[in-house]
Each structure stands twice: as structure tokens, then as C-alpha cells.
């Protein structure tokens, strides 16, 4: 009982950190001036929402009851990113720099949860199929933020 407990508990955190960041990605996809990377954001919160989607069904088998919205930390994590956008009048350099930093929390949320020794193997497989998305936004908005250090001044391209 109480590895169900450490399961659903360790899941349901997790999706609602992935709820939070599927809305903070289409928040800053309408924030943004370039579309490239309206799209890109816009794209991440699809791969996103599949990951939530796979957490849910996770936390189902287990006998728990999935988490259908954001975290708390959440919310505040978009009050101030508003705030940040508000002063920096759009910028997208400083809007890709929030993303960056929210995907370091959500990167080591999940790094946590599989240190964690009390979730159930299966639980623990979708934990690392929704990490792979994970590493791979957090990887993506790393190289994006190095790449838009002249952002202002060198325009808006952005290559893989």
C-alpha cells in the first residue's frame, strides 16, 4: 500500500508540473513575435500533453486518481513569467530564457522521482517515456537560449 501511495503521489506531482508546462508553452507561443518559435512551443506542449496523457494512465493502473490540473508552483511560476514578459516588452530572448529556466525545474523534478526507490516498476517506465520528452524540451530551449544571445540584434532565425 504504501509503494501505491509513493506511485500515485510521485505521478500525480509529475503531471501537474507537466500540465503547468504544457500551459506556460502556449502562453509563450502567443507571447512571442517570431513564429518559428510560436511553433515550436506550440509543438512542445502537443509532446507534452502525450506525456501527460501516458503519466495518467500510468497513475489509472496503479489505482490511483490522475491529476488533471497544474501545480500551485505553477501558477506562480506564470504569474511571474507575465511579469517578466510585461517588463521586457515581449522580448523573446527573455522569454525563451524563462522557458529554459522552468524546463532546469522540470528536468530535475523527474531526475528526483527516478532517484525516488518506492515507485512501482511499471509506474517507473512511464516516468522515464515522459522523461525522454522531457530531456529533449529541456536540451531544445538550452540550445535555443545560446542561440538567441543576439537575439535582438541578429534577427530571428533558429536552426536544429
Same mark, same amino acid.
Given at each position: 500500500m504504501t509503494q501505491h501511495n509513493e506511485t500515485t503521489t510521485t505521478l500525480n506531482t509529475l503531471i501537474a508540473t507537466l500540465i503547468d508546462s504544457v500551459e #506556460?508553452? +502556449?502562453k509563450s507561443a502567443g507571447d512571442v513575435d517570431n513564429k518559428r518559435y510560436a511553433d515550436l512551443f506550440n509543438a512542445r506542449a502537443r509532446e507534452r500533453q502525450q506525456a501527460i496523457t501516458g503519466l495518467q494512465a500510468a497513475v489509472a493502473a496503479a489505482g490511483g486518481n490522475p491529476e488533471d490540473d497544474g501545480s500551485v508552483m505553477g501558477t506562480v511560476h506564470r *504569474?511571474? +513569467?507575465s511579469l517578466r514578459e510585461a517588463v521586457s516588452s515581449r522580448d523573446d530572448a527573455a522569454i525563451i !530564457? @524563462?522557458?529554459?529556466r522552468g524546463e532546469d525545474y522540470l528536468k530535475e523534478k523527474?531526475? !528526483? *522521482? $527516478? /532517484?525516488? #526507490?518506492?515507485i512501482a516498476p @511499471? !509506474? /517507473?517506465?512511464a516516468v522515464n517515456k515522459a522523461r525522454e520528452s522531457v530531456k529533449a524540451g529541456h536540451d531544445e530551449m538550452? !540550445? $535555443?537560449k545560446? #542561440?538567441?544571445d543576439n $537575439?535582438?540584434?541578429a534577427g530571428s532565425s533558429y536552426t536544429n
Open positions: #506556460g508553452y +502556449q *504569474a511571474f +513569467q !530564457a @524563462e522557458i529554459e523527474f531526475e !528526483a *522521482a $527516478l /532517484r525516488h #526507490g518506492d @511499471e !509506474a /517507473r517506465d538550452s !540550445a $535555443l545560446h #542561440g538567441t $537575439l535582438s540584434t
